[in-house]
Structures are given as structure tokens and as C-alpha cells.
């Protein structure tokens, strides 16, 4: 509960004229989906992309890096996995404010979960991007060697394997990294920004 005695203060700098100073809108692009489905190395080829491309401002927020700093103190229970949403959907919100184009990836396995974030920023600043691939191309890859542990018994609460995953029910976008290449979702990605006049179709 917040308290009585906290109240935020109005910047007087906009978010239109960190916009404009910027030359793109800012945005949060959330990539949901299995463990192994390309959401990271999707989130860091777009980054790429949009940084030397189109001069974008950005900041990627990945699953294995907030877990090290920010998100230490939490495990992998159900109410610790929502709070990691909780807190990157918090932290997410305030780049946004500072203008930048948010890129997120991170499992975030539970609808709610995705929504609450989705709340917490202005319509259409939030872009809920499926990473979809199939789980037994997932457990494939496995480039961490999770899904075998959470077989063998040695890992809880995974997603795909002992705990369920959520789809998207309508997502702005899905990139099917089964049957596309990085670039190809990237562009796919990238297309749809420019649709939306988020950034600015490159010379």
C-alpha cells in the first residue's frame, strides 16, 4: 500500500519534447514465449538494429541479467515470478517516461502478469511481441541445458515442464522463430515500428 504521505511530482520536461529531442517515440516492446524460443538473441539483434540504423535511444531489459542485479533476491516460485514482472513492468514504465524504446525478453509465463504491465503505460505504448515456437524445438535447442534439468527432476517450477505457459490471447505482433530467421523477425519488428511511426523509415 502506498503511503498518504508520498506524493510523485509533475516533470516539467514532456514526454513530447524528450520525443522530439529523441527523433522516435517511445515505446515498450515486451517479447513473451517458451525458454529456447529466441527472445534474447530476437530482443539483442533488434537493439542492434535500431541503434545503428536508425539512431534509436535504447535499453534492452533481459530475463538472466535483472535476475543478477535488480531481481537477486527473488527465486522461481509463482509469486516470485510475478513480482520480477512486477518490478521490470515498473522499471519499464519509467524508461518509457525518459523516452526511450524499451526491448524486453523474459518468459513471463502468466497473462495477468503481461496485462498488469500493459496498464501501467499509455495505450499503444506497450507492444506485447510473441516469440512462438513450438516446445519440443524449444527443448531441442536448449541452449542452457534447462529443459533437461527440469526433467531430470533437478529444476522446479520450469516453464514448458513442470509450470504452464500462458500465451498471448492477442498480441501486437508474433514472430514465428521456428520457421523465420533473427533478421527475418527483426524485419518483421522493424516493419511494423515503422508502420506505426515509432521510428523513422532510414535513408
Known amino acids: 500500500m ?3 504521505e508520498i506524493h510523485p511530482h ?3 520536461v514532456t514526454l513530447q519534447a524528450r520525443s522530439l529531442v529523441k527523433g522516435h517515440q517511445p ?3 515486451w517479447m513473451t514465449g517458451l525458454s529456447g524460443s529466441g527472445k534474447s538473441t530476437i530482443a539483442n539483434a533488434l537493439e542492434h538494429k535500431l541503434v545503428l540504423t536508425f539512431q534509436a535511444h535504447t535499453c534492452l531489459l533481459d530475463g538472466d541479467n535483472i535476475r543478477t542485479g535488480l531481481n537477486a533476491d527473488l527465486g522461481f516460485s509463482e509469486e516470485d515470478r510475478r513480482e520480477n514482472i512486477r518490478r521490470i513492468g515498473e522499471v519499464a514504465k519509467l524508461m518509457y517516461n525518459a523516452g526511450l524504446i524499451v526491448i524486453t525478453a523474459f518468459i513471463s ?30 527443448q ?3 541452449p542452457k541445458g534447462l529443459y ?3 526433467i531430470n527432476g533437478e529444476l522446479s517450477e520450469f516453464t ?40 523513422t523509415k532510414s535513408n
Open 160 to 199: 514448458g515442464v513442470t509450470s504452464p505457459y500462458e500465451p498471448p490471447d492477442a498480441p501486437e505482433l508474433e514472430v514465428q522463430s521456428d520457421k523465420y530467421s533473427v533478421d527475418e523477425c527483426v524485419e518483421m519488428i522493424i516493419a511494423r515500428m515503422i508502420e506505426n511511426k515509432v521510428i
Open 140 to 142: 531441442q535447442r536448449d
Open 148 to 150: 533437461q534439468k527440469a
Open 2 to 4: 502506498i503511503s498518504k
Open 27 to 29: 515505446l515498450v516492446i
Open 109 to 138: 509465463p502468466f497473462r495477468t502478469d503481461r496485462d498488469r504491465v500493459r496498464a501501467l503505460l499509455p495505450e499503444g505504448g506497450f507492444w506485447e511481441i510473441f516469440v512462438s515456437c513450438p516446445l519440443e524445438i524449444c
Open 10 to 12: 509533475q516533470h516539467t
